[in-house]
């Protein structure tokens, strides 16, 4: 089997559109694709990223943390993720801008999938099968099993114990430096498990202008993490 995996594309629009484009070019669009969740935040377009997303209706989406926090009414009024004002008006703004068509496609995605194939047992989720708010942990790792996971927006490909734990890095907001949008190609067959991560340019300052023009709150620190591909904090 093989299978297109991308993860973290975070209201980034045009990273989207390149990434599309990309699949298209290269032959690539006619294999499954997996999503691994953050589709909105900390980035100008969310209503138009989920509008675009929840019309592939052929695909496996799961849900994210940032995903969880802007349906969630309690999390939108306080959450102890953000420390700083600026971020808790940026969930909020993100919240505002979506449908409720977009908030009901994200309350419907499942935070765990699971699935078998080439005699590998495959787990999907956005961070670890307990929490989308850490990565898989090595030591959970069990023999035949490929993890798919996202989350840290650091691609990570590793062979543990008769395991495979693949992250695609993320699509709309790199952190390892490159700031090139990144995805993954997945090939399983009986005793392996080939991955090959994927980098795109894509219209980064189509991003950062939408970002200026809509005038979304924190928007300071995510222009200079989308440049430089590093956390950043206001
Ligand atoms: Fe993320």
Partial sequence: MTFVLASDIHANLPALEAFYAYLEGHGLAGFPRIYLGDYVSLGPYPGETVARLSADTSSVFL???HDRYVIDDALLQANPYFS?????DHVRWTHDQLTPENHAWLASLKP?????????NVVVTHGNPDTDEMTLSVDRAEEGTVYLCGHTHVPRNETLHGSRILNPGS?????????????????LGPGFAEFEVIRIPYNIEQTIAALEDRKVPWRAGIIESLRTAAYSHE
């Fill in 171 to 187: 699509l709309g907001k790199p952190l390892d430096g490159d700031n090139r949008a990144s995805f993954g190609l997945v090939r």
């Fill in 112 to 120: 765990v999938h699971r699935f078998q194939a080439d005699g590998w």
């Fill in 63 to 65: 849900r994210g943390n």
């Fill in 84 to 88: 700083e004002p600026g971020a808790m």
